[in-house]
């Protein structure tokens, strides 16, 4: 029994940041960042395990970074840097281990909307 939280969205200039935030109720374990722009396929972004490993897709590495506090339930995206690209709906998810595929995440947040504006 898990649910996520996303906040943190917004709107934002080229070459802005925001932080994503992603709470959550009951355990989580891996713990990953996800996008979907309309029209798109839903995108992986970042990744974190149990134990603080984390993964990043190219397109993001360097300018995003994925955290966690276990103490707090919560995973957070930093996202510097950002791009009109990267305009769309981010989505937190969890299983019990780190991967790319979002076919595999068995609990999902209901999105929070970014929006880069150029």
């Known amino acids: 029994q898990v649910q996520l939280v996303e906040s943190g969205g917004g709107l934002v200039q080229a070459g802005g940041s925001l932080r994503l935030s992603c709470a959550a109720s009951?355990?989580?374990?891996?713990m990953a960042w996800f996008r979907q722009a309309p029209g798109k396929e839903r995108e992986f972004l970042a990744s974190?395990?149990?134990?603080?490993?984390?993964d990043y897709t190219d397109s993001v590495k360097g300018r995003f970074t994925i955290s966690r506090d276990n103490a707090k339930n919560t995973v957070y995206l930093q996202m510097n840097s950002l791009k009109p690209e990267d305009t769309a709906v981010y989505y937190c998810a969890t299983r019990v281990s780190a991967t790319r595929d979002s076919t595999a995440y068995n609990y999902w947040g209901q999105g929070t909307q970014v929006t880069v504006s150029s």
């Open positions: 009951g355990r989580v374990y891996a």
């Open positions: 974190v395990s149990w134990s603080g490993r984390p």
